[in-house]
């Protein structure tokens, strides 16, 4: 998955979670989450990305999963994440359809969720993911730019 990030100035900004779900909507695997909230502070600041929070099970994961799958807020810029089609415990995924997310708060409660589908088989594919936006504000932000997934077998 890539998308251009603009990093945003000021407090309760910047935190983003990049992950990928089945087809009917079970979660898989966090590629990536803002180490803040991550390692706790969604409790701090249930508004910041909390579909991620919810889908990904976040406060039944254990401090070490947590801090394997996320990292300081990035510089902005081009950003890549790469999905090795493994679910969190290390075992390959079936053929088939796949959601994939980037969730940003982009300051406070200002949210931008993009969604988009990706099959995983036997051909390349690509695919442009949909944007929602909870404010103006989040729409007018820049934060997190078209997110687009690229399949490779």
């Not at 089945?22 to 695997?29: A, E, T």
């Not at 415990?89 to 300051?107: K, L």
């Not at 099959?119 to 820049?142: H, L």
């Amino acid at each position: 998955m890539s998308f251009p990030f603009v990093r945003q100035d000021g407090l309760a900004s910047n935190q983003f979670a990049v992950w990928v779900e089945d087809g009917k909507g079970r979660f898989v695997k966090t590629l990536y989450a803002t180490r803040f909230i991550a390692t706790g502070g969604y409790k701090l600041r249930p508004e910041a990305i909390p579909t991620w929070v919810e889908h990904s099970g976040l406060a039944q994961t254990s401090p070490e999963e947590a801090d394997a799958v996320s990292g300081a807020t990035l510089s902005s810029g081009p950003l890549k994440f790469a999905w090795d089609c493994k679910d969190q415990d290390g075992r390959p995924v079936p053929e088939g359809s796949y959601r994939f997310y980037v969730e940003g708060t982009t300051h406070w409660e200002n949210r931008i969720l993009y969604e988009g589908t990706i099959a995983v088989g036997k051909e390349r594919t690509k695919s442009d993911a949909a944007v929602k936006y909870t404010t103006e504000e989040a729409t007018q932000s820049g934060m997190i730019g078209q997110v687009t997934a690229v399949y490779t077998p």
